[in-house]
């Protein structure tokens, strides 16, 4: 008697436990650590590649933002999904590789990061390697603003140059504020005379022969021209890159994390210089990207940190875009 | 007479430009390829990564979602910023690392991928690779259900175990279904008689000889627990897992890719065996979801796949976490 393909199957599910069970193995230990944190995508000719610098993991303290109560904004954290208490804020450089120059616009917070944070940032240089990027090629860096999460990863640990070849890009208005002696001398608020002092600190002989200053509605490198987005600091500098008939809008910190800013563009955040211009600026960039649609690369969005912008409530939210295998 | 720091300061920037110009080289070679794709969380002492296989590219028929039409599928579509006329569903398999148990869950498209979106998907061995993984040691592949985009990938390109010291652990329900002669014959829905065929293709000796069933509501191995959610398919199933006090909602395709149908829990995907039986699972799985605040893993949600889900308009949404750089 010949047993059906049916009876043959059922069979052989019920005993495959018996027979299948592999010889004993060591478990395989767990890992431990996170995946490299880069991401490509191209804008015409020109591939775009987000590397990462981690995250911060600074307490909520009640002049976090100015004009919001400490529960404001926990109940912002709240509604996205986040921990209470403190703010995670995402550390995002991109590079710029236009075929002819490559670029790298922001630095991260260097190479041992925020202490405050301690191993959650200062990942850029790790992450740079695994997206296969030698420091040695980088030909510019362009910089938005003179807050150290920015250009503190210029100088690493030793005070070296991270990139020894490499002219640095930064605006004419923001070098000319953060330098100038009067400014510095009547400056106020602690978080101004902080930034004082680390720019000072970071613009060593070494840095300041590769600066070389650009200026707004100007081509900074071909590709790649500056926008003026004032007001988080005088100089803050936000930057599109084209080509073809594509383009990014590269917003530095038009918003810093969108899951507190963009949702609430009237905060004042305690890191703003002029919170008030910052707020203006912030409105009429995130009008635009509504109304045109735009791709928008954010230095403080969740990584991959890319992605459009919606009117959202009172104010907007981001929608990063789906993760693309191939580019 | 001495120069003051800021005049030295303001004539090297100046100079800048002429004086640290770097030697031509050449330029940097793009990269022409996306960043692996794999992402680690834990939940208490287990370790869970996301291994992405890739994305699908099929064209919306007229018949892609039964009570919706093409023009309502394209603007749940351009909401999402994406392109019309295509399906971009992401597929994206679990490790789960007990510390005693190395399991898979689900394996994506296969070693080749589905042929209709050729070098979008079939990836998960590439990125298995990437994250660490030796195939050899995975000890269980966890099956939710016989689609071809779960299953396919048991099989390398020349028909030997993808997996081949691992049990692979399926659904009894879904196991009876799909090896029942009978059911095969009766049915009609010509995606249904293709998944019969894909299902019989793939289940060789080799296969049926590691092949387990397990129940719902019990442990598929020790943290691991099957929670029924049948109507995409019969003995569709999703997974808890589970340790200390925390958990996720692994669930497979309660919903398809969340921007059409966790948006429009209403729509009847052509891929749904049963699809009033799946909208009736999906509403009671996300109101949960959403009430409990829970953690939920996505198989087409787009990677790295994990977040939280809130009330959205008549549906939900998904929220994606913040990428970690470290676990």
New interface residues.
């Given amino acids: 008697m010949q047993s059906?393909?049916?009876e043959i199957?059922?069979a052989?599910?019920a005993l495959?436990?018996f027979?299948?069970?592999?010889?004993a193995?060591a478990?395989?230990p767990?890992?431990?650590?996170?995946?490299?944190?880069?991401?490509?995508y191209k804008v015409g000719s020109i591939?775009i590649?987000v590397v990462?610098d981690?995250?911060s993991r600074m307490p909520i303290t009640d002049d976090f933002v100015g004009n919001a109560s400490k529960s404001d904004v926990n109940a912002a954290l709240e509604a996205?999904?986040?921990e209470k208490d403190f703010y995670?804020g995402?550390y995002n450089p991109i590079i710029v590789?236009t075929?002819?120059?490559?670029a790298l616009v922001d630095t991260g917070t260097g190479e041992t990061g925020f202490q405050s944070s301690k191993?959650?940032?200062g990942?850029l240089l790790l992450n740079l390697a695994a997206?296969?990027?030698?420091v040695k090629?980088i030909?510019a860096v362009i910089i938005s603003h003179y807050h150290g999460d920015h250009i503190n990863g210029l100088l690493k640990a030793d005070n070296s140059l991270a990139f020894p070849?490499?002219?640095?890009l930064v605006p004419a208005q923001e070098?000319k504020f953060w330098?100038?002696?009067g400014e510095m001398s009547r400056a106020t608020k602690p978080r101004v005379v902080f930034g004082f002092k680390n720019v000072r600190r970071l613009?060593t002989?070494d840095i300041?022969?590769?600066?070389?200053?650009y200026d707004w509605d100007k081509e900074v490198i071909p590709g790649v021209t500056a926008i003026a987005t004032p007001g988080h600091t005088p100089g803050h500098t936000s930057h599109v890159v084209a080509s073809g008939n594509s383009k990014v809008y590269v917003q530095a910190d038009v918003t810093h994390a969108p899951?507190l800013f963009a949702r609430h563009p009237e905060w004042h955040f305690m890191l703003d210089v002029d919170p008030v211009a910052a707020e203006a600026t912030r409105r009429k960039v995130y009008d635009m990207l509504v109304a045109e649609?735009m791709l928008v690369q954010g230095f403080h969005y969740?990584?991959?940190a890319v992605?459009?912008v919606e009117k959202s409530g009172s104010g907007y939210r981001e929608?990063?875009?789906?993760?693309?295998?191939?580019?």
Avoid: C
């Fill in positions: 059906s393909r049916r199957l059922a052989t599910a495959g436990a027979m299948a069970a592999p010889p193995r478990a395989a767990q890992a431990g650590q996170q995946a490299p944190a880069f991401y490509r591939e590649t990462n981690g995250v996205s999904f986040l995670a995402p590789n075929g002819a120059k490559l191993g959650l940032n990942r997206a296969g990027f030698d090629d030909d070849n490499a002219e640095i070098h330098m100038d002696d613009m002989p300041l022969k590769r600066v070389r200053t899951f649609r969740p990584f991959p992605g459009h929608v990063l875009v789906n993760w693309n295998p191939t580019i």
